[in-house]
């Protein structure tokens, strides 16, 4: 036992270990416990054990070039969370709050993807569906690695930001993301993001199955459906899911954080 250790894992998911031991207490981060106010209650809550997941900001959701614009739809309300996101996502870092993008981002040859996912973007089977070339650029609807499935130019990720590819609706079906939220001892999650009543609900009903505390940052959410799916998720996330709070009282928090 008096031989050197070495670390072994993701802290705080980590032994340390040797020929002969391994340390398998896991020593916990240093907590740091803040006050945040939301639409319904005022949480206490470990910033230590806090990640933010922003999700789909990519250009086919958000961009007038994108996929959804193609076939129709306006993306206008997509653009909403930018300006708050580049506000509120430097102060996180900060923080040392892990920042997580969650996208969109298909296999080139789309064998993990079902004839149903499919039908959901290509009814007809003759349109632009996940995997067909834009008639504007060329560029391939949601893969992996294209500008279609880039985020907004108007949105930075810094190197040590954790990008995780999704493959349906919800970003804990089929990836990574659940891995990575424990091995960093993540235990309440901020939600950002598009469409706020399709892959932002589902993947923050499926946190709150595997029992993660949700948050939505309402003002860093936006979605193209109609008013009453953006009401409903609200409702429906203060009714069952979690919390909803906004990026000014996130800000708040963080600076009376600081201040201390």
Known sequence: ??????????????????????DITRPQKNPQFVI????????RLDLAKTAIIIIDMQNDFCH??????HIGVDVTPASQPIEPLQKLLPQLRAANVPVIW?????????????????HVYNPTGDGVGLGHPL?????KVLMAGSWAAAVVDELQQLPDDIS??????????DTSLDSILRNLGITTILFAGVNADQCVLTTLCDANFLG??????????????PEYCWLATLYN???CFGFVTDSTAISTTLNNTSSQ
Not at 1 to 22: E, K
Not at 36 to 43: A, F, G, I, P, V
Not at 213 to 220: A, E, F, G, P, Y
């Open 135 to 139: 008639p504007s650029n060329g560029e």
């Open 164 to 173: 995780v590819d999704k493959y349906r609706m919800s970003g804990f079906w």
């Open 36 to 43: 945040l106010s939301t639409e319904t209650k005022t949480l």
């Open 64 to 69: 007038p070039d994108g996929w959804l614009a």
């Open 102 to 118: 969650l996208n969109w981002g298909n296999r080139p040859d789309l064998l993990n993807i079902s004839a149903a996912l499919l």
């Open 212 to 225: 993660y505390d949700c948050i939505l940052v309402k003002d860093c959410t936006a979605t193209t459906s």
């Open 1 to 22: 036992m008096n031989l050197p250790v070495r670390t072994l894992g993701i802290a705080p998911n980590a032994w340390n270990v040797n020929q002969d031991f391994a």
């Open 237 to 239: 996330v203060n009714q």
